[in-house]
């Protein structure tokens, strides 16, 4: 759309004068900068809000080089070529241009972020004779979005951050309600047949008193107590499990003969060998060493429990203690059914139990104590097995050497 400024010839000096006053009237009401170059770039008016805004009087402006006074550089400080200046271009190409990412620049030698419009003048004759250029400091809008980015920005974060948490509580949960699920399977299954032994064994001595002899009713209050045992060490692993969840387990240190300890350990669980062996082998270890007798036990003893349960009749188990300057190498190796590729990353979480172990009883949570009490002596556990040739478990945990030491 063309614009004119020009009036006809037939009009008035009074009517010319008239319409000078108004125009010069609006210009300096007009909030905004405004300004009028010629085809050169010469400043033909000025208003007071634009020379107060670049800091310029309005007598020093007119006839100057607008581009040379307010938009000679980039942002940057770097050289602004007016060949390139879209006010420059509105009186070459006739197109109205609006630009809103650029900067003037005050007198001072200070910049600010401007929104312009640059109007192309046209004469009576449709000829281009410069152009107007109104323009806003929107320093204000600009402070206002970086703020509003910044606010995005930040609430992106925070809503990622949430989904992270929500996503990680949710797992928690899924993986809790797994836990749950494992747990009700593993009490069902692991109490029903000790149940079903004592009710059996209580109904016989309840209906045939009088005709069972002293031996039979031994054997019978023998399964009862037996089966209640099992019971009781299955709710005491649940409750080991639950306490180093909320509660830290402290650890004493004491002096420990590790052979006899190892010695004596066997000895307790003969009665679940049946016809398997022990093998105790020690490898030059210190006559006594500081260790935590309390949390080494249930380390030991469950992860022999998993070699006699899992190993067939007249096989060998083999336990070898060893000493590193550092260590204490506990390797407890059998020919049992072996634990597949496939549950040995879930092997120390609790109730897991591999797929091959078929109807064989068990819990799930003795490789789990293990695991929670390796870490707590800041030690490490480490397993080899094959599908029906055995497995190896080696047992790393630091020592401190006393001053009287065996081989």
Known sequence: ???????????????????????????????????????????????????????????????????????????????????????????????????????????????????????????????????????????????????LQQTNEELERKVRERTAELQQLNQQLQELNELKSRLVAMVCHEFRNPLNNVLLSASYLDRYESQLSETQKGKHLADIQANVE????????????????????????????????????????RPLLGDRSIALRSEKIPTSVTIDERLLRPILTNILANAIHYSPNQSAIHMTVAAQPEWLIFTIKDTGIGISPEDLPRLFDPFHRGKNVSNIPG????????????DLQQGKVEVQSQVGKGTIFTVWLPIIRSPQTGT
């Open 363 to 374: 819990t799930g949570l003795g490789l789990s104590i293990v695991k929670k009490f390796v």
């Open 230 to 269: 099992r019971m009781t060490r299955i709710i005491d692993d649940i409750l080991v499990i639950e306490k180093m969840a909320t509660h830290p387990v402290e650890a004493p240190l004491m002096q420990l003969n590790v052979v006899d300890f190892c010695q004596d350990l066997i000895a307790e669980m």
């Open 1 to 147: 759309m063309r614009q004119y400024y020009w009036l006809s010839n037939p009009a008035s000096e009074a009517d010319l004068e008239k319409l000078r006053l108004q125009h010069q009237l609006i210009l300096n009401a007009i909030g905004e900068g405004v300004y009028g170059v010629d085809c050169a770039g010469r400043a033909t008016f000025v208003n007071p809000a634009a020379a107060a805004m670049i800091g310029w009087s309005i007598e020093e402006l007119v006839g100057q080089s607008m581009h040379a006074v307010l938009h000679h550089s980039y942002l940057d400080g770097s050289h602004y070529p007016a060949s390139e200046c879209p006010i420059y271009a509105a009186f070459q190409d006739g197109v109205v241009h609006q630009v809103n990412h650029e900067v003037f620049w005050r007198r001072d030698g200070t910049s600010f972020p401007v929104e312009y419009v640059s109007t192309p003048m046209h004469d009576e004759q449709g000829q281009l004779i410069g152009a107007v250029v109104a323009f806003r400091d929107i320093t204000q809008r600009k402070w206002a979005e970086a703020i």
